[in-house]
């Protein structure tokens, strides 16, 4: 069937495409932030990414590639804006062990495994928090750990190789990667 006008116009858009605006740096200035970008921990990770802000203005973050965002991280969009990141909420696993060894094995087996891991310690005690994944659920169960889910930011350990800052002086080349608050 030959292509006509009338056909050719079902597929031609009316009304043009929504401006999106273009976020492609970090900021550390001292302007405050005007929007709010709120992500979780997989899109944050992302350095090429189609998404909206809280008010719902559509943006396309093009930021180097490796970069990974964390909760408190300001953006500078195109236009001049600054959003802040926010981690959002999250299906996450917390465990908790009777002992110090114990928590360590079980983080041992979660990074030997590649797996993201948020360490942090509260008024009960130490915690080691990944996204929820029934497998590794079992495995850590299986280590003797008390294992509950929960909806909680997820904030993951950078890991001792990750971009950042040179470890001074020790000539080893190896890179730690400064988060925000720590």
């Known amino acids: 069937m030959p292509m006509t006008k009338d056909i ?42 189609r ?3 809280a008010s719902g203005t559509e943006v396309g973050l093009f930021l180097p590639r490796g970069t990974i965002l964390r909760g408190g991280h300001r953006l500078r969009a195109r236009d001049g ?3 802040a990141v926010r981690a959002a909420t999250e299906d996450l696993l917390e465990a908790r062990c009777a002992s110090a060894a114990e928590l360590a094995r079980a983080a041992f087996h979660l990074g030997n495994r590649h ?8 008024v ?9 994944d029934h497998v590794l659920e079992g495995m850590l169960a299986g280590l003797g750990a008390q294992v509950s889910a929960l909806r909680a930011p997820f904030e993951p350990e950078a890991g001792a190789y990750a971009p950042g800052h040179q470890h001074p002086g020790d000539g ?3 890179r730690i990667h400064l988060m925000a608050g720590r």
Do not use: C
């Open 8 to 49: 050719l116009a079902d597929f031609v858009m009316q009304t043009p495409a929504p401006a999106v605006l273009l976020i492609e740096s970090l900021y550390d200035g001292d302007l405050p932030a005007s929007e709010v970008l709120e992500l979780d921990f997989n899109a944050r990770t992302k350095s090429r990414l």
């Open 172 to 174: 080893s080349g190896a």
């Open 115 to 122: 797996v993201a891991v948020e360490v942090g310690h509260d």
């Open 124 to 132: 009960a005690g130490d915690w080691l928090r990944i996204q929820a």
């Open 51 to 53: 998404t909206r802000l």
């Open 81 to 83: 804006r600054i959003v």
